[in-house]
């Protein structure tokens, strides 16, 4: 089993407002401590990944991944690590895999930052669900062709 988490480090680590902010973000928020355990879960990250804080908090983070992704993830983030960047965007790379407690694999795009040696924090990434984005995009991209569509008849009436 994980690590006990002492959150009252982490409300003096953040702040009230900061953490009243990363819990309303509708992106999923995970930060891991030196020892890659998971020590922030914000809401978004609770329902997207369907554990709650109190079952997540001190896990290790491949709890969040795939059997086939996890070798994978630890040689990123080891070169990641090592690199002279400090952070990566969404879009910089290709979607990455987790997994939901339920077992359904989750596609991610993923913006992480690596801090400062003297955080209590190792990495934070921000996740958005790759396949709600799609789903969106495809009802408007129909929605806008219906559109068109109706328009083309009217002026062809």
């Known amino acids: 089993m994980g690590t006990t988490i002492d959150k009252s480090k982490f409300t003096f680590v953040f702040g009230d407002s900061l953490s009243e902010i990363i819990s309303l973000s509708a992106d999923a928020i995970i930060s891991t401590d030196e020892n890659r355990n998971i020590v922030l879960f914000n809401k978004a990250a609770q329902t997207l990944f369907e ?20 070798d994978k993830h630890q040689k990123y983030l080891s070169e990641f690590d090592r690199s002279k960047k400090n952070a990566r965007r969404m879009g910089e790379r290709k979607p990455v895999s987790g997994i939901s407690k339920s077992g359904k694999e989750i596609f991610l795009d993923i913006s992480i930052l690596k801090h400062p040696s003297t955080s209590m924090l190792t990495h934070t990434a921000i996740c958005r669900d790759f396949q709600r984005f799609w789903r969106i995009k495809t009802v408007w991209l129909k929605k806008k062709r219906n559109s068109a569509l109706f328009l083309m008849r009217l002026i062809n009436w």
Do not use: T
């Open 51 to 70: 554990y709650s804080e109190e079952e997540i908090l001190g896990e290790p983070l491949d709890i969040l991944l795939p059997e086939y992704v996890k």
